[in-house]
């Protein structure tokens, strides 16, 4: 009997950010979560997804191990008792519920800001613990291959990965076109409080690599550069380093620090400069622009790009879901096709058995020429005889119609029961 698809699934929509850290895990985590459910299960195919936003398991058994997978994950994480998180996870154990749930997750329409190309390459990540554990058999290979076709072909035909829906990678956006035409510009991070952290984030999928942050607290600079691959430098340098900046972000609010037209004129910091204000209240004084060289974008500029990315993601979703639709309808036929070639193989083995029976009585007497021929022509003869019913048996599963082709065959020739999923 084929094994089902299911998948233990926390996320933002159901748990708050305590939970989802409590239950997060980074790739050493991610990797030896994998090699206790291979030691403590009998799930035979596993793939562990962890995001900022998720953490996923997805497997294939005959059984539900939602309540062992949850005490693996807390044993991973350093804790005994699930109580506090066991409710925010949901199993999924119907079987296409779950494949459409992976595709859904891969392709960002399950994502916090619809359209994610971030989660594509965590899908990725994922995928390659779990071929590196050997928990990743023909079902999740073909599963995986086939949802990364999925998202070229959505790439190709829709909108639905154009523009930037968030404000924190909108900003990144306006940043890289404003650079365009600099030699590694510098790019001044002011103020590192959530969307600070979140453009400092988005930077590392750019390839603007010379960030530099600034921080009253200079600690928190300093862990956020090391896990952005920027650079922290203390708060007393600050104009100098607006000095230095070719592109100045702030997200300190502005009654804490606010850049005016006088003290950039008195800092003499006049060379071409862009400013991106993403505080409220504003932290960066318009009238900068009255400055030779110096554009100011403000919070609402970069509220309107991410808005009309989303609108435009959003009015592509239904096109979208009729690629999967479509995707998930020959990866189904597929599954079907995957289920029969066990009894397929059976079937042919049996005709194999009673092809060298005969031969063994009748041989005997022959020369070897002839021995070669009687060989290959009885050879060619099973072949043919099993071609027949395999076309067959894969039409049926293009009509739905394999089911009762495969209790007949496994009937007729005595062969163990099989059963197609889906």
Same mark, same amino acid.
Do not use: H
């Given at each position: 009997?084929?094994?089902?698809?299911?998948?233990?699934?926390?996320?933002?929509?159901?748990?708050?950010?305590?939970?989802?850290?409590? !239950?997060? *895990?980074? &790739?050493?985590?991610? %990797?030896? /979560?994998?090699?206790?459910?291979?030691?403590?299960?009998?799930?035979?195919?596993?793939?562990?997804?962890?995001?900022?936003?998720?953490?996923?398991?997805?497997?294939?058994?005959?059984?539900?191990?939602?309540?062992?997978?949850?005490?693996?994950?807390?044993?991973?994480?350093?804790?005994?008792?699930?109580?506090?998180?066991?409710?925010?996870?949901i199993s999924i154990t119907n079987h296409d519920d779950a494949v459409k749930h992976l595709f859904n997750v891969g392709l960002g329409l399950e994502s916090q800001v619809v359209g994610d190309m971030q989660i594509m390459n965590q899908v990725k990540n994922a995928y390659q613990w779990a071929a590196d554990a050997n928990m990743a058999g023909p079902f999740l290979h073909r599963l995986l291959h086939t949802i990364f076709f999925t998202n070229k072909r959505v790439c190709n035909e829709t909108a639905f990965r154009d523009g930037a829906a968030s404000v924190s990678y909108a900003t !990144?956006? *306006?940043? &890289?076109?404003?650079? %365009?035409? /600099?030699?590694?510009?510098?790019?001044?991070?002011?103020?590192?409080?959530?969307?600070?952290?979140?453009v400092c984030d988005n930077f590392q999928k750019s390839d603007l690599n010379n960030i530099i942050i600034a921080n009253r607290t200079h600690r928190k600079a300093v862990d956020l550069a090391t896990k952005c691959n920027a650079n922290a430098v203390y708060w007393e340098n600050v104009w100098q380093e607006i000095a230095l900046a070719d592109v100045v972000i702030s997200s300190v609010p502005g009654d804490c620090f606010f850049i005016s037209k006088e003290v950039v004129e008195q800092q003499g910091v006049l060379n071409q400069k862009f400013f991106v204000d993403l505080s409220m209240p504003r932290s960066i004084d318009a009238a900068l622009e009255e400055l030779n060289g110096v554009?100011?974008?403000?919070?609402?500029?970069?509220?309107?790009?991410?808005t009309e990315a989303l609108e435009i993601?959003?009015?592509?979703?239904?096109?979208?879901?009729?690629?999967?639709?479509?995707?998930?309808?020959?990866?189904?036929?597929?599954?079907?096709?995957?289920?029969?070639?066990?009894?397929?193989q059976q079937f042919k083995n049996r005709l194999e058995e009673i092809r060298q029976r005969e031969l063994a009585r009748y041989v005997k007497n022959l020369s070897a020429n002839e021995k070669e021929m009687v060989e290959t022509i009885t050879k060619n003869i099973l072949n043919k005889i099993v071609k027949m019913p395999a076309l067959e048996l894969k039409a049926a599963c293009q009509r739905g119609e394999s089911e009762a082709l495969l209790e007949g065959l496994s009937a007729l020739f005595q062969l163990e029961p099989a059963t197609v999923s889906g």
């Open positions: 009997m084929q094994s089902t698809f299911k998948v233990l699934t926390l996320s933002y929509k159901q748990a708050p950010i305590a939970v989802r850290e409590a !239950v997060s *895990l980074n &790739e050493i985590a991610g %990797k030896n /979560l994998l090699d206790k459910i291979k030691d403590f299960t009998a799930i035979q195919e596993a793939m562990v997804l962890s995001t900022c936003n998720r953490t996923e398991v997805y497997y294939t058994a005959d059984q539900d191990y939602s309540t062992e997978l949850i005490k693996l994950i807390a044993l991973e994480r350093g804790f005994i008792a699930t109580k506090e998180v066991a409710p925010y996870f !990144v956006e *306006l940043v &890289e076109e404003l650079t %365009k035409d /600099l030699v590694n510009p510098r790019v001044l991070m002011i103020g590192v409080g959530d969307i600070g952290a979140n554009e100011v974008y403000n919070i609402d500029t970069i509220k309107n790009r991410a993601r959003l009015a592509a979703i239904p096109a979208v879901e009729a690629i999967v639709a479509e995707s998930m309808d020959e990866f189904k036929t597929w599954t079907k096709e995957m289920a029969m070639s066990p009894a397929l």
